[in-house]
């Protein structure tokens, strides 16, 4: 798992590639080194819908999957592709992600178990 820290700098429509296969695309400009940098993402399937709630011109943090294959050509010829598979984006400064699973726990904590055996019923060395 990858994390990307930029502005949103195109949000792409969804395109219907295969009766059961959608993406959408969008661009990213990381701008932290001296070199800005136009990082093109893909959201596929279910993720597709996870732009929705942005706009171009928003600080987002992307966390993504790195994506290779292998394809041969008609004519013989073998090529590589990657992919930046995105599956969660968030707003920077709001803290709620969009799509995707979550690491983050909102759930109270649970109180601790009783121990139901008594230390003098365990026989275990450590």
């Not at 990381?30 to 706009?55: H, R, V, W």
Request: glycine share 8%.
């Amino acid at each position: 798992m990858f994390k990307l820290t930029g502005t949103l700098k195109v949000i792409k429509d969804t395109v219907q590639v295969t009766e059961k296969f959608s993406k959408r695309e969008f661009v990213v400009s990381e701008n932290s080194s001296m070199y800005p940098q136009e990082i093109a993402f893909q959201a596929a399937q279910d993720k597709c819908s996870m732009l929705d709630g942005f706009t171009e011109g928003e600080q987002v943090e992307v966390s993504f999957n790195l994506r290779g294959r292998e394809w041969t050509s008609p004519q013989g010829e073998v090529k590589y592709f990657n992919t930046l598979d995105a599956w969660r984006i968030e707003k920077m400064g709001q803290g709620m992600p969009q799509g995707g699973p979550s690491d983050m726990n909102l759930d109270t904590v649970p109180a601790p178990q009783a121990n139901t055996q008594s230390e003098a019923d365990d026989d275990l060395p450590f």
